[in-house]
């Protein structure tokens, strides 16, 4: 059973943003603080990817764990919401096979491909090996 009515949940839902959350804000920061330039969601692309890299000929997606289906082990590491069930599981395993199309087509036309999950950003220690991995990652590019 849901905590709110249908018009609450609705208009809690319609606040959730697409563009410019805070783990793409974060990661796009560090790599402008490293001497990095990029575009933001290329609507040419597959997918409109987070972050591009013209230069390196690569694509950054920044994930959320909830809305993108995020498996640990075999295991999504989000809980799935109660009431509903079967609309949200439907829609995160398409969110799901849609990332999977969309970077197997960037594959295809030469991009190399960088997915961030925001739960790899959520500490300190994390963020940083994260987006350190991911710099030389992109160094080694060159």
Known sequence: MDIWNKDK???VMALVRGKN???EII???YLFSKGFRYRINVKT???KPDIVLPKYHAV???HGCFWHGHQIEGTYHRRFPVSNAK???E???NNANRDIQNQERLKEMGWCLFVIW???LSSKEKREKTLNHLVQALESQK
């Open 9 to 11: 949940r609705s208009e």
């Open 21 to 23: 959350t805070k783990p």
């Open 27 to 29: 990661v796009r920061k």
């Open 45 to 47: 692309l597959p997918g």
């Open 60 to 62: 950054i997606f920044i």
């Open 87 to 89: 609309f949200w599981r």
């Open 91 to 93: 829609k995160i395993e």
């Open 118 to 120: 925001e739960c790899e």
